[in-house]
């Protein structure tokens, strides 16, 4: 089993930037593909970016692209989502996700462990 706890969600102002943290704990993350996706009020979980085991492969969303970043540090257990230039069509809950041993990237059911979210909030 794994755990996985977001932070850094907040109140920003458009053009403003965060960054997100996902801390894992009770497995190593070793091997993991690491996803961030986010969920608006009344709108389906979307995928955002996600990041391998090594680094050496990412991908994002369209929506994100040129603004977003996503990095690990396998030594703490943790990924991160950098965002910058941040719209107000970015106010979301962001959740963070773990995958192992499946393919692809983007879809939900690909990843089987899951964070309880942190809320973004950017105003206009």
């Known amino acids: 089993q794994v755990q996985l706890v977001e932070s850094g969600g907040g109140l920003v102002q458009a053009g403003g930037s965060l960054t997100l943290s996902c801390v894992a704990s009770g497995r190593t993350l070793s091997s993991s593909t690491m996803g961030w996706f986010r969920q608006a009020p009344g709108k389906e979980r979307d995928f955002v970016a996600s990041i391998t085991w090594s680094g050496d492969s990412t991908h994002y969303a369209d929506s994100v692209k040129g603004r977003f970043t996503i990095s690990r540090d396998n030594a703490k257990n943790t990924v991160y989502l950098h965002m910058n230039s941040l719209k107000p069509e970015d106010t979301a809950v962001y959740y963070c996700?773990?995958?192992?041993?499946?393919?692809?990237?983007?879809?939900?059911?690909?990843?089987?462990?899951w964070g309880q979210g942190t809320q973004v909030t950017v105003s206009s």
């Open positions: 996700a773990a995958k192992w041993g499946v393919s692809g990237y983007d879809l939900r059911a690909l990843y089987g462990y």
